[in-house]
C-alpha cells in the first residue's frame, strides 16, 4: 500500500444480525492487488490506519463506510471521490453499485452477500469474491464518471460534496435521544396512545439489547404503532394485545405485556417535551414573509434543477431552504460553495432587502 497513492475500499458489517453494528471487513484495492482485512480478529492495525488516511480514496456510497470506521478506530479520511455521489450529479436514475457496473461494464454482481452475516468465521469463498468484487471495478468507475463530471463543468462540485461527506464522518453515527420513540406518525396519536407508543419503543430497545439483536428483527414500527393506535382508541389491555405476534418468540409476550401496562399507566405529562417548532427552544417557526421567500426559493431551485437535469434536493434540501428564508445572509454557511452559487443570483434572493452580492 506504501507505493500507491490511492486506494479504493468498501466495508462489511453485521448490522442486520447485532443490536450494536460491528465493522467486521474491510476491501482494499492497491494498485491491482485486493487486500481483505478482517476487522474481527486481534490484529495490530494502529500503523496500517495510519498509512491508510494519508492515501486518496475511492469509495461508492462512502457515509455508512467512514462513520464506521470513525466509531471503530477514530479512522479520518484526506481525501475522496464517491462514485455515487458522482452518479447522482449526473443525475443517473439508478446510482447504486450494481445497476452503475452492469450499465458501464455489463459486470453482474450476486446478491447474496446483501444479507449475509458478515461476522461469522470462516468467510466462504463466495462471500471473499463478493467482497472483492466491491473494490475491483471502483477506480475504472470512478474515472468514466469524472471524465463524464469534467465535461459538464461538475468536477468541483463533486469535489466539494466529497469534502463534506468527510467532515460529517468525523461525527460517527448519531445516537438516540429523548425523542427517538417518535416513530411513523406518532404525533397523530393522543396522550394514551403516545405513553403507549413510549413505553413499548423502550422495551423493544431494551430487549434488542438484551439479545443482541436489531431492533427490527424484535418486531416493526408498524407493530408499534399498531399498539399505540389501538391505546389510543381507547381499547382494554387484551384488545391492544390480541395481534398476530408471528414467529416472535413467546418468552417475549410477557415483557410486552408488561410495557403495554406501563404505558397505560404512565402519565402524560412525563414523557420527554417537545419544543414547539424543533428541539431548539430558541427555534421560531418561519414568519408569514420568510414562508413566502422559502416558497420563492423553492421556485427558483426546481427551476434551476429542471435546466442543469439535476434532483432539486441536491441544490438545496426543504431544511436548508428554509434555514435561508429566515436569514438570506447566511447562505455561505448553508450551502456548500457549487449550491449558493447556483441560488446567489436568482430572483428570489436578489430581491431580499439586504441583497447576497
Not at 37 to 63: C, E
Amino acid at each position: 500500500m506504501d507505493r500507491v497513492q490511492e486506494v479504493a475500499i468498501d466495508t462489511e458489517a453485521d448490522n442486520l444480525f447485532r443490536y450494536r453494528t460491528r465493522v467486521c471487513l474491510l476491501q482494499i484495492m492497491a494498485g491491482e492487488e485486493i487486500f481483505l482485512v478482517d476487522l474481527i480478529a486481534p490484529l495490530p492495525l494502529d500503523g496500517f490506519w495510519q498509512r491508510l488516511a494519508t492515501k486518496h480514496l475511492v469509495m461508492h456510497g462512502s457515509d455508512f463506510d467512514l462513520r464506521l470506521l470513525y466509531d471503530f478506530c477514530e479512522f479520518n479520511a484526506q481525501s475522496l471521490f464517491d462514485t455515487m455521489m458522482a452518479a447522482q450529479l449526473l443525475n443517473m436514475p439508478r446510482f447504486g453499485l450494481a445497476p452503475l457496473l452492469e450499465n458501464h461494464f455489463g459486470v453482474v454482481l450476486a446478491k447474496e452477500g446483501q444479507k449475509a452475516n458478515w461476522s461469522r468465521r470462516p468467510l466462504s469463498e463466495k462471500l471473499m469474491d463478493y467482497a472483492a468484487l466491491d473494490v475491483f471495478y471502483l477506480p475504472a468507475l470512478r474515472n468514466v464518471l469524472r471524465d463524464e463530471l469534467q465535461r459538464r463543468g461538475r468536477l468541483a462540485w463533486q469535489e466539494q460534496r466529497c469534502r463534506w461527506q468527510i467532515d460529517c464522518a468525523r461525527s460517527g453515527f448519531p445516537k438516540n435521544d429523548e425523542h427517538a420513540w417518535r416513530i411513523g406518525r406518532s404525533e397523530r396519536l393522543g396522550p394514551r396512545g403516545q405513553c403507549t407508543l413510549w413505553a413499548v419503543w423502550h422495551w423493544r430497545e431494551e430487549t434488542a439489547l438484551r439479545l443482541d439483536q436489531p431492533p427490527f428483527k424484535i418486531t416493526s414500527n408498524d407493530f408499534l404503532m399498531e399498539i399505540a393506535s389501538r391505546a389510543d382508541a381507547g381499547l382494554p389491555e387484551e384488545a391492544i394485545l390480541a395481534l398476530d405476534l408471528g414467529r416472535r418468540h413467546p418468552r417475549l409476550i410477557g415483557s410486552l405485556t408488561e410495557a403495554v401496562r406501563t404505558g397505560l399507566a404512565k402519565n402524560p405529562a412525563t414523557l420527554p417535551r417537545r419544543h414547539r417548532g424543533g428541539r431548539d427552544p430558541g427555534f421560531q417557526p418561519l414568519n408569514a414573509s420568510e414562508l413566502a421567500l422559502q416558497d420563492r426559493l423553492k421556485s427558483d431551485r426546481d427551476r434551476i434543477a429542471q435546466q442543469l437535469n439535476l434532483d432539486p434536493t441536491l441544490i438545496a434540501n426543504r431544511s436548508q431552504l428554509a434555514q435561508i428564508a429566515r436569514d438570506p445572509d447566511r447562505l455561505d454557511g448553508i450551502l456548500m460553495p457549487w449550491q449558493a452559487d447556483l441560488l446567489r443570483n436568482e430572483p428570489a434572493l436578489k430581491d431580499t432587502e439586504d441583497g447576497l452580492e
